[in-house]
């Protein structure tokens, strides 16, 4: 078990419950005796009350600083009438300091965390890249392509279908685009290629018998960059064996149809999908 707990779990415990939180401090407030921190995770924020009593670490609190790491052990209380945070989480409770300590400090950060990034130039992002990913938006970006491909997996799985990896070092094809080549340490002067897609290994799977293949997969492509096309990407890759065309729509129909209201209830999506006719 972990010592500490996140603070999305946090609102799962109850008033008088003592806690050890771990996160990033995200802003600090002096209310002339009062210290409130918000602490900082990738699950969210809560408050931290650090009242003067609380000795040492009311004096950590004091020094803490934007983005120092601290490690907090406290207990959960509900907070007082008319003070609830609804545009939080955790905004009906707060955890009361008794122990705070700091695991790592931190210099000023070059950029505001919680601007979102519209305010902060891409080069500036880019350069400190591991401050720019603790934005919440980035995060949240991440986690939904976690969801994303969690839901592709199970769903393909309850249609039958396997999941296979596919060799990154293949021979190079004559395909649409420029490979990226690989040189070969063991053979001087012959290189290996970096797939644009695994359209010979999966057609190789068919005729092996494996009828309804997957994959999660990279893609290389060296071409010049445009606005939907960038040298490595990842594409839902599928295959099936002894099937129509219309098997194949109704497959990533499907798919998609259970996807969007499942990962993203806010949006929509034509259920079903406009049919054509062939030809028009």
């Known amino acids: 078990m972990y010592k500490s707990i996140n603070c999305g779990e946090l609102r799962l415990a109850h008033a008088g419950q ?28 809560v408050q931290i009350r650090v009242d003067p009593s609380a000795g040492a670490a009311y004096h950590t609190a004091d020094d803490a600083r934007a983005e120092y790491v601290l490690q907090i052990t406290g207990m959960v209380h509900a907070r007082p009438d008319g003070l609830a945070n609804p545009n939080m989480a955790t905004g009906e409770i707060e955890v009361e300091a008794e122990q705070i300590k700091i695991l790592n400090t931190s210099k000023v950060p070059p950029f505001p965390i919680d601007d979102d990034g519209y305010k902060t130039t891409e080069t500036l992002r880019l350069k400190y890249r591991y401050l720019d990913l603790r934005r919440q938006r980035l995060q949240r970006n991440l986690v939904l392509r976690h ?36 040189p070969c340490r063991v053979q001087p002067g012959k290189f290996y290629a970096l797939p644009q897609s695994p359209q010979q290994l999966k057609q190789l799977l068919m005729v092996a018998g494996y009828e309804r293949y997957f994959q999660i997969a990279r893609c290389f492509r060296d071409e010049d960059l445009r606005g939907d096309r960038q040298p490595e990407f990842t594409q839902l890759d599928l295959e099936m064996s002894f099937v129509e065309r219309d098997d ?17 209830p806010h949006k929509r999506t034509l259920m079903p999908f406009p049919d054509w006719p062939t030809g028009t």
């Open 147 to 182: 969801k994303v491909i969690k839901f592709i997996r199970d769903y393909m799985d309850l249609q039958g279908f396997i999941e296979i990896e596919t060799p990154i070092l293949i021979k190079s094809t004559p395909e649409g685009a420029r490979d990226y080549v690989v």
């Open 18 to 45: 003592k806690v050890t939180l771990a996160g990033w401090l995200h802003k600090r407030r002096d209310h002339g005796g009062l210290i409130f921190v918000d602490l900082r995770d990738r699950s969210g924020l």
């Open 248 to 264: 194949v729509l109704d497959t990533v129909e499907g798919l998609i149809t259970a996807l969007i209201p499942a990962v993203t």
